[in-house]
């Protein structure tokens, strides 16, 4: 079959030297390669993570003789909550809308990420015009998840501003054939934009991460060297605290900074190991002062994250108070999952709260700075408690967050619709 994939914000095999981390609907893609089928990949030519163009105008570009990826002329932003974002996006939509009219090769399926709301909906009028099944794939409660960012006088003016947005939201999701998401909330959320009962066409695919837990001997051998370089190493000696992602408005640093200022009071062995980029790196690199237990090393290939998973003890997942991050566990937990680390979950409530307690395989903090203090004191004390959260956490990513797994099942409920219409 010939499927579309509609998603505009994540990093492609062509990022770098092809060595990005390929996400969501990058695992979608090559797990529908494999099972045989044409896959064309609609994005932006802006990467949504450098803030730069990749290509100067419209492109497709190969990745397997049945997998190309179409690069759509973007905006641009500088910013990822920003007026230029949401002109980004209504320009993505408008360009989408006026390729794929043009491209004779009609898909059997189209499985369009949300957001983008603008481009969500062109997709699904464009189903709707030839016939075509498509399933919308909630990712972000979005434009709800704005709220949070802003304070409770201005957020009746916002939910005026967003009526134009609303609308095209609830006529993507009342005209998609069927609504998938990461857990059940993200799929009732799209149930109730839909005004609908749920159906059979309504499911729910989890996060997955692919685990790539080997390396030829070049790459381990630069990784290696890498994190000795920066004084990282295995050591039982010392607790390896880590965390990976976009250092941005999503996540709160702050309590991790004020614990690794008691634990270093405290003479403690845990070490703090902050990786990637954003717009927050530099406040919380001034946050964190002189503090010689914690290292911000900024943005890191896949190889040093692979490597760094290997040596690793717990994994932080310190995401803001918001119901975005609590009806779903997003991409964090399967990749620390992945390599066997514990996870320190900031929130008190929510599906990755609920996972974690019922696998027994982290702890929540609540977002204090004192018990998450606590918490990693005992672990780096009790190494056998930490090696059976471990173990359980290896357990729990072969039991929810495989990628191999999830995305294999994704991509049976797809041929089902192709193959009941044939």
């Not at 918001?322 to 964090?332: E, Q």
Request: with cysteine; proline share 3%; aromatic share 12%.
């Amino acid at each position: 079959m010939k499927v579309w994939l509609i998603q505009r914000s994540e990093s492609t095999p062509h990022d770098g030297l092809g060595d990005a981390r390929i996400m969501r609907t990058g695992m979608i893609a090559k797990v529908l390669a494999e099972r045989g089928h044409t896959v064309i990949w609609w994005t932006s030519t802006f990467n949504h993570f450098k803030h730069c163009h990749r290509y100067k105008t419209d492109t497709r570009v190969e990745v397997s003789n049945n997998y190309h990826i179409q690069y759509v002329r973007g905006f641009g932003y500088q910013k990822n909550l920003s007026i230029s974002r949401i002109i980004d996006n209504i320009l993505m939509a408008r360009r989408f809308k006026l390729l794929a009219y043009k491209d004779t090769d009609k898909p059997d399926i189209i499985l369009a990420s949300v957001p983008t709301i603008e481009l969500a909906r062109e997709a699904v009028q464009y189903g709707l015009k030839f016939g075509i099944p498509v399933v919308l794939d909630i990712r972000d409660l979005w434009p709800d998840v704005i709220y949070d960012f802003f304070p409770t006088y201005l957020r009746s003016l916002l939910s005026l501003a967003f009526i134009p947005m609303v609308w095209q939201l609830k006529q993507a999701c009342s005209h998609a054939t069927g609504i998938v998401g990461l857990t059940d909330a993200f799929v009732d959320w799209g149930i109730a934009h839909a005004d609908r009962p749920r159906n059979t066409n309504d499911r729910v695919f989890r996060m997955g991460y692919w685990s790539e837990k080997e390396l030829t001997d070049k790459h381990e051998e630069f990784s290696y060297n890498f994190w000795q370089s920066q004084e990282i190493e295995k050591n039982d000696d010392c607790l390896l605290v880590i965390f990976l992602g976009t250092l941005g408005q999503s996540f709160d640093l702050i309590p991790i900074i004020e614990a690794a200022k008691i634990l270093q009071e405290k003479k403690s062995n845990a070490k703090f190991i902050i990786c990637g980029s954003g717009v927050k790196l530099t406040f919380w690199q001034n946050q964190a002062g002189n503090l010689s237990n914690i290292h911000f090393t900024g943005w890191i290939d896949k190889h040093e994250i692979i490597t760094l998973l290997k040596i690793a003890d717990i994994g932080l997942a310190p995401y803001i108070n918001s119901i975005n991050y609590a009806d779903t566990p997003g991409n964090k937990p399967g990749e620390y999952m992945s390599g066997g680390l514990a996870i320190a979950l900031s929130l008190d409530n929510g599906s990755l709260y609920d996972i974690i307690h019922e696998y027994e395989c982290g702890f929540s903090y609540h977002n204090s700075p004192e018990l998450l203090a606590s918490e990693l004191d005992q672990l780096s004390k009790n190494r056998e408690r930490l090696e059976t959260m471990k173990k359980n956490s290896i357990a729990t990513f072969k039991n929810l967050f495989d990628a191999k797994v999830v995305y294999n099942e994704l991509a049976e409920y797809l041929e089902s619709f192709v193959s009941s219409e044939n």
